[in-house]
């Protein structure tokens, strides 16, 4: 019970005795069992940075339009804390001026802003009773991919591979893909891994040139003396492996290894010269220019290859009607930089046979009010209290609506889905029981769920 019985303790682990596990440090991402039976096998999340508007793409309110102008009865918003509403600003209700119609078999509402994902209503799931805990937009994307709003968290990305590794030994498990004027508010800690090793974190590849900056070898080094200079680092850092015992440093071992194979595999990765002229046209891809829809053709390559959890980012979608962020003209731009490409995603994903194992997510931080803010121009607010994601593939309903709104979209009035319910539902879908995925951390077992989360059944085919 003291540091004799410690230090006996990991001499016998050393040995793989007691139930030990076996040394994975050659490759901290190599495939794990999960608890159970996956629906899935991999994840692309389509992260819409901002927190677009529901109400003009998805959740159709006439009576919102009939009484537009007027104020929001006070029982709404008695209460409740918003980014930025308030006397300056105004609350009263506004209708969205965009025209929305019925489509697939399923018959899901969608506006005229969103042509091409209206093609693919049968084959997600639309849920509109999303509700989050953070109303500004750094704490908001920190929550939605951590679980919580605090630094130094796990991303889901980094729980998954944690949990379950990835099946491909030349790229990286996690991937991150950016596209849109400027990146995510919060940076680089939406993909990080937090407490968890490194070697889970996300790794973001460049939209032009290297994917990754420094990968190519500097002239006059040739193959064989790079690998010798590998060799000779990894032979340093196992000795002071063996000396301290840190983690961090098979973590270093395997990045080493990690890069040298994607001197290969990553400029084959971003090399669409593979791909037919129809690919290109299905997704809109222009050769050479960085793009959401180029993001999206990467995503389904890096699936293809094995990679478990690609996430894409797309900014601007906060739209409080200042300049650049108003819901006439730059929202119906924002609009068309993704709305062809994730179509096509999901479209070529199911001629592939890659849909089934392959679960794709859209969605933002939050959502918006039904009250506009009057700036410059007309905006709205953010909203917590409910907003719409959708999810096709990968285990979940096909041509099904999820959640209901009240008759202003303010609250959710049946079916709420909160962020813990849509990681505990991921995680499920992935073999993983979210209660189990556990990390100990300075005295205590932290999972992406915390202490909250309840599979939504009801998503699941």
């Given at each position: ?27 901290p ?10 629906r ?24 919102l ?9 006070q029982?709404f ?11 300056s ?42 509700a ?6 750094a704490?908001a ?19 998954v ?7 491909c ?17 919060g ?7 937090g407490?968890?090793?490194t070697?889970?974190?996300g790794?973001?590849?460049?939209g ?6 420094d ?20 032979d ?6 063996m ?19 994607m ?18 046209d ?6 050479g ?11 389904r ?26 819901l ?6 924002v ?11 999901v ?5 592939r ?7 794709v ?14 700036r ?28 209901e709104t ?7 009035v049946?079916?709420?889905c ?9 995680l ?27 599979v ?6």
């Open positions: 019970m003291g540091l004799g019985g410690i230090a006996l303790a990991s001499l016998l682990a050393e040995d793989r005795l007691f139930g030990a596990a076996a040394d994975t440090s050659a490759n991402t190599a495939p794990k069992p999960p608890h159970f039976k996956p899935t096998k991999k994840i692309i999340y389509l992260f819409m940075a901002g927190g677009p508007s529901q109400l003009e793409l998805f959740d159709y309110k006439p009576r339009v009939e009484l537009n102008g007027q104020p929001i009865p029982s918003i008695e209460g409740k804390r918003f980014a930025f509403m308030g006397s600003h105004g609350t009263n209700l506004l209708g969205t001026r965009r025209r929305f119609n019925a489509h697939g078999r399923c018959g899901a509402w969608v506006s005229e802003l969103f042509p091409h994902t209206a093609t693919i209503v049968d084959e997600i799931t639309l849920v509109k009773s999303c989050t805990n953070l109303f500004n937009h704490p994307k920190l929550f939605m991919n951590t679980g919580s709003g605090q630094f130094g968290r796990p991303s889901m990305g980094s729980w591979t944690y949990g379950i590794g990835s099946e030994d030349d790229l990286p498990g996690f991937v991150v893909l950016q596209s849109g004027p400027r990146g995510p508010r940076g680089a800690v939406n993909w990080g891994s407490f968890l090793p070697s889970f974190q790794v973001p590849f460049r032009g040139g290297e994917p990754i900056l990968l190519t070898s500097p002239k006059g080094v040739s193959p064989a003396r790079q690998r010798q200079t590998i060799d000779a680092i990894r340093l850092n196992l000795r002071r492996a000396e301290t015992g840190d983690p961090e440093i098979n973590t270093r071992i395997a990045a080493y290894e990690m890069a040298y194979r001197q290969s595999s990553a400029p084959e990765l971003v090399d669409l010269s593979g791909e037919s002229r129809a690919t290109l299905l997704y809109g891809v222009e050769p220019r960085p793009s959401f829809a180029r993001n999206c053709l990467l995503a390559r890096l699936v293809e290859r094995g990679v478990r959890f690609v996430q894409l980012y797309h900014t601007n979608w906060d739209s409080h009607g200042g300049p650049g962020e108003n006439q003209g730059d929202f119906e731009k609009c068309r930089e993704v709305d062809r490409g994730q179509a096509a995603l479209k070529d994903l199911k001629a046979g890659l849909l089934d194992e392959t679960l997510i859209w969605g933002g931080e939050f959502g918006r009010t039904p009250m506009g803010e009057n410059d121009t007309t905006g709205r607010n953010h909203h917590i209290d409910t907003f719409t994601m959708w999810f096709a593939g990968g285990g979940v309903k096909a041509g099904c609506s999820l959640g009240d008759e202003l979209g303010f609250n959710a049946a079916d709420r909160h962020v813990h319910d849509i990681h505990a539902t991921i499920h879908l992935l073999g993983l029981e979210h209660t189990k995925l556990t990390f100990r951390f300075q005295g205590r077992d932290f999972r992406l769920t915390d202490v909250h989360g309840e939504i059944r009801k998503m699941l085919a």
